[in-house]
């Protein structure tokens, strides 16, 4: 069940904070593969290496806050996914497109649990080249 | 309408791989109550082999308890692009008796258009070499 004030807060929340975003679906087999695109606006955290610091090693990837670098979390609007009729779910290897820079990223993992009170889903991609 | 926009027909979620012989259902989209136009665009890309593909265009007049054929879209060994364009506001006096991937091939109905979409595929013979169909529609 969707909390109505939750999911005002979290849209208004995307609106003010979130960039412009491409979800794309690659369906198809090579040379075959068709895409379609939806342009929003999502949240997009960045989690990325300072490069100062020591990292800490033995520290296994599999072990709970464990990071990669390069990863991002995203967080857009079930809703918004929704009216532009993006197919749903969403699913790994979908891409995600940064208007701003260009980046391309993969999904890797969805979550439409954490946020499902407000109506949210949030993912972690990584980035291709 | 309240979101009008470019919507895909999808099988599972992608466009339809065209593989074995056998009908393959696409998913319903929905949400289109309002809908006065559907301009419907089918792109079929050919690898290999095959004999026949049917594309059916369904809608629903009572949420998808009997889906209506509203388009029937041949293809066959290469690559094709159709397109069509469908009304709400064509009246249609004469009673129609909603068929289910019987529709005469290269037909349209006109004036039928409910709440939802979906493509149907019936695929004869095997095509191979990443054969597959992409259906899109800009809806109005």
């Known amino acids: ?129 | 309408m309240n979101t009008p926009g470019q919507v895909q027909l999808t099988y599972q979620g992608g466009a339809f791989p065209v593989a074995q012989a056998g009908v393959f259902v696409g998913d319903w989209v929905t949400g289109l109550a309002g809908m006065l136009s559907a301009a419907i665009q089918a792109k079929f890309a050919y690898g290999a082999g095959g004999t026949s593909a049917q594309l059916y265009i369904q809608t629903s007049l009572d949420q998808g308890a009997t889906p209506i054929d509203i388009a029937s879209l041949p293809f066959a060994t290469a690559a094709v692009t159709a397109a069509i364009n469908l009304s709400a506001l064509t009246p249609q006096t004469a009673a129609k008796t909603p068929q289910q991937q019987a529709l005469a091939s290269g037909t349209c109905v006109d004036g039928l258009l409910g709440d939802r979409l979906r493509a149907v595929l019936v695929v004869t013979g095997t095509y191979s070499g990443s054969t597959a169909l992409n259906v899109t529609a800009n809806l109005r």
């Open chain 1, 1 to 129: 069940m969707i909390d109505p004030s939750a999911q005002a807060f979290t849209a208004a929340g995307i609106e003010r904070s979130g960039v412009v975003v491409t979800f794309q679906r690659v369906s198809g087999f090579a040379p075959n593969t068709f895409i379609f695109s939806a342009d929003l606006k999502a949240i997009v955290s960045m989690d990325r290496d300072d490069g100062q610091e020591v990292g800490q090693t033995g520290y296994g990837s599999r072990k709970p806050g464990a990071i990669t670098q390069d990863s991002r979390d995203v967080i857009v609007m079930a809703s918004a996914l929704s009216a532009a009729r993006f197919p749903l779910p969403l699913r790994k290897h979908d891409r995600v497109i940064l208007a701003l820079t260009g980046e391309k990223f993969s999904i890797i993992h969805v979550n439409p649990y954490k946020r499902a009170l407000a109506g949210a889903i949030e993912l972690t991609i990584v980035g291709v080249s």
